[in-house]
């Protein structure tokens, strides 16, 4: 059976088997990752795998797991990060009839009436 070596940050180079190894695929690369449970602290590492690495696991005779990531993690943001102020300020705003038309940032329309 191939040994597989890799790293734990607190007890250094650690021998593992394809088994021990879990490798996660994504829809994108830069979202693959592997991990491991570490053979003498037993703490789980877990780190992102680029190209290489997959291709050096795979070798190794690691099954991958193909694993989704929402195409929201990918998204661009920009902005400062939502604080508790933000979400209660929203919060405050749904509890309003025109919460809708207030963060659209237009003017409600007249509600319906009955026709003469
Ligand atoms: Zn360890």
Redesign the pocket.
């Known amino acids: 059976m191939t040994t597989i070596k890799a790293t734990?940050?607190?007890?250094?180079e650690?021998a593992l088997t394809a088994e021990d190894i879990v490798l996660r695929i994504a829809s994108v690369d830069e979202a693959n990752s592997y991990g491991f449970s570490?053979?003498?602290?037993?703490?789980f590492?877990q780190k992102p795998a680029d190209e290489r690495i997959v291709h050096l696991l795979l070798t190794g005779g690691v099954r991958p797991i193909p694993v989704h990531v929402p195409a929201e993690v990918l998204e661009y943001k920009e902005g400062p990060p939502i604080t508790h102020d933000d979400i209660l300020a929203f919060h405050e705003g749904l509890e309003g009839e025109r919460w809708f038309d207030e963060l659209l940032g237009r003017k409600p329309a007249a509600p319906p009436r009955l026709g003469a």
């Open positions: 734990c940050p607190a007890c250094g650690v570490c053979p003498r602290c037993s703490e590492i």
